[in-house]
């Protein structure tokens, strides 16, 4: 399977990870290598099949809707790289 | 100093039960062990006070006669795993400088047991590979070697760190986690034992995520009966973690009887490869032959859906971890790329994941942005669930002809050397989870027993997958090859 540079942009603007131009066709070629790998799923008949949900039959549990928890602000923030005034901070995206 | 540190949680247990040692001194020889063992590159953050605080109190609580089985007694714990003050990074450059506030529920649980953390163990980046080599904190190496010969060895991923610990005698016991065979294959590495639990079986919650799905936290220790005494105190059900299972959790060490007359075994005739070395078969023919001699009942069966496991994994598992690692952009904790002038929040998304995530990481991330994308979504992420439900059915066809436990080889090959396969395509060194990823798929326990070695000296590790929730009945299949197989052998220390 053979993946083109494109694609590998594609998918590297989706994921939201920087790839520098030269760095594409090596990232393609993994891309296909991996793909290729992948694509054998291709030939099991799944007619029929359901798609697994969840690998223990188990319904999701569900809880009461009310307020367990809170009121920590400053620990939130404690690990934020930039952080003002009890909010988070990052580079202007309204002009 | 080394008959301390080589003592086992039972052991250790009795030994403070009975007053012939002290958390203190226990707690005192690990440290100096780990200090000393730098160069297996295996604990990352250090965590002397509060090793030396929870000792004390361990034997306060000792002397008081309320001591649970781990009480006073050291860990290591996996950096995956958050810890309250500690520095948690999941080996990852984009979480430096993260300390999480809370402490995940399997490390509360030790806690509360009275377990002493030593410090954090290097694994693969956000559990992702199986050498250990992806690590921002660099490689953990082997305490095993190929005889004389000085190359270093890879304990294995992702709980490389956990595993050369044990193995080297830095603590008693670890924790790991698994997603495709992060627990099994370094434990088979480095001749120790390690048990995958059933999917839900141990709470997620405070564990960093890779692949929801397929997670799960389990015991490394030194043999079967500390992996059932360590799970007594990792399992149970946690409101915290919709996926944990609301069930009792039975006495594990309980159930180690030896006795497995009357079970039965299943061998799967798809996990003879072609061109598995001869001493991988040999080993496995000799643990058939163990289990029939303590009087097990061993049958041929087929989980015709093997081959696709990996594919179907490599599909499943980079889905989940794309959507999981989405929330590292450099807003809310860990490392934010420098940005120039004018860089906007794009920017800022996209250098900071560029610089924080490793090659391997970056690659299953994007693998997965692929398999999620549109157009693409039902050709191989629907269609890799369905293979998934298939697979999970093999097992279930099989346990439902009576097959009690299923025997394998838990690796296709020893130890490999550090670097070794930096060469390969990213899919070789996938084909080392062949016989472990199976389990997570299913759901399933599994375990790894250290069963021989190799022509070199290095230890080979068995398999034995077992029945949903059914871990006690497994340990103690595990507790019954591994009397039989009488694995003995310690690493000579070089470090």
Redesign the interface.
């Known amino acids: 399977m053979s993946i083109d540079t494109a694609?590998?942009a594609r998918?590297?603007k989706?994921?939201?990870?920087?790839?520098d131009d030269d760095a594409l066709p090596a990232?393609a070629e993994?891309?296909g290598?991996?793909?290729g790998?992948?694509?054998?799923?291709?030939e099991?008949d799944?007619e029929g099949?359901?798609?697994?949900?969840?690998?223990?039959p188990?319904r999701?549990?569900r809880?009461a809707d009310e307020v367990t928890s809170g009121g920590m602000a400053d620990?939130?923030l404690?690990?934020?790289?930039?952080a003002r005034e009890g909010f988070?901070a990052?580079?202007?995206?309204v002009e | 100093m080394t008959e301390l540190t080589g003592m086992t949680i039972a052991s250790a247990r009795d030994a403070l039960r009975k007053g012939e040692v002290t958390s203190a001194e226990l707690t005192e020889a690990c440290l100096t062990a780990i200090d000393g063992a730098d160069a297996l590159g295996a604990v990352v953050h250090k965590t002397p006070e509060i090793a030396r605080e929870r000792a004390a109190a361990a034997d306060a609580r000792l002397k008081a006669g309320d001591a649970p089985d781990l009480c006073g007694i050291p860990l290591g714990i996996k950096d995956l795993f958050c810890t309250e003050g500690v520095p948690a990074q999941a080996a990852s450059r984009i979480l430096e400088g993260f300390t999480p506030p809370y402490e995940s529920t399997v490390t509360r649980q030790l806690r509360e047991a009275g377990a002493v953390m030593l410090g954090k163990l290097n694994m693969d980046e956000f559990a992702m590979g199986s050498s250990n080599e992806t690590s921002v904190y660099g490689d953990a190496v082997n305490p095993w070697r190929r005889g004389n010969d000085a190359a270093k060895l890879t304990p294995g991923g992702s709980s490389g760190g956990s595993a050369a610990a044990v193995a080297a005698d830095l603590c008693l016991g670890a924790t790991g986690t698994d997603t495709g065979g992060s627990i099994r294959q370094p434990a088979a590495f480095t001749g120790i034992t390690g048990l995958k639990p059933t999917y839900g079986r141990c709470s997620r919650w405070g564990i960093i995520a890779f692949a929801s799905s397929l997670d799960q936290a389990g015991p490394m220790a030194k043999d079967v009966r500390d992996c059932a005494i360590m799970l007594n105190a990792m399992a149970g059900h946690d409101p915290m973690d919709s996926t944990s299972a609301e069930l009792a959790v039975p006495d594990f060490e309980a159930a180690l009887t030896g006795d497995i007359k009357g079970k039965t075994i299943g061998i799967p005739r798809e996990y003879r490869m072609d061109g598995m070395p001869e001493e991988i078969e040999a080993l496995w023919a000799e643990g058939r032959k163990m289990l029939e001699d303590a009087g097990a009942k061993v049958v041929d069966i087929s989980l015709p859906h093997t081959k696709y496991a990996l594919p179907t994994y490599y599909v499943i598992a980079p889905a989940e971890a794309s959507s999981n690692l989405a929330r590292y952009d450099g807003v809310r904790y860990g490392r934010r790329a420098q940005l120039a002038q004018g860089d906007g929040v794009v920017e800022m998304y996209e250098k900071t994941r560029a610089e924080g995530f490793g090659a391997e990481v970056q690659r299953r991330v994007m693998v997965g942005t692929y398999v999620l994308s549109a157009g693409f979504y039902d050709a191989y992420y629907n269609r890799a669930r369905k293979v998934r439900t298939l697979i999970k059915k093999d097992f279930e066809d099989a346990f439902a002809d009576g097959v009690d436990a299923i025997l394998t080889p838990a690796t296709p090959s020893a130890a490999f050397g550090l670097g070794e396969m930096q060469s390969a395509d990213p899919v070789q060194m996938y084909l080392n989870d062949v016989f472990t990823v199976t389990v997570n798929l299913a759901g399933l326990p599994g375990i790894s027993v250290p069963a021989g070695q190799d022509r070199n000296g290095l230890p080979l590790g068995l398999q034995l997958i077992g029945r949903p929730w059914e871990e006690g009945d497994l340990l103690n299949t595990a507790y019954a090859l591994e009397r039989a197989a009488g694995f003995v052998s310690k690493p000579e220390k070089w470090w």
Do not use: C, G, H, Y
Request: charged share 15%.
């Open positions: 694609t590998a998918v590297a989706l994921a939201r990870i920087r790839v990232l993994e891309f290598a991996i793909l790998f992948i694509e054998q799923l291709q099991v799944v099949v359901e798609p697994m949900v969840s690998v223990t188990m999701l549990p809880r620990t939130i404690s690990n934020a790289p930039d988070f990052v580079p202007k995206v």
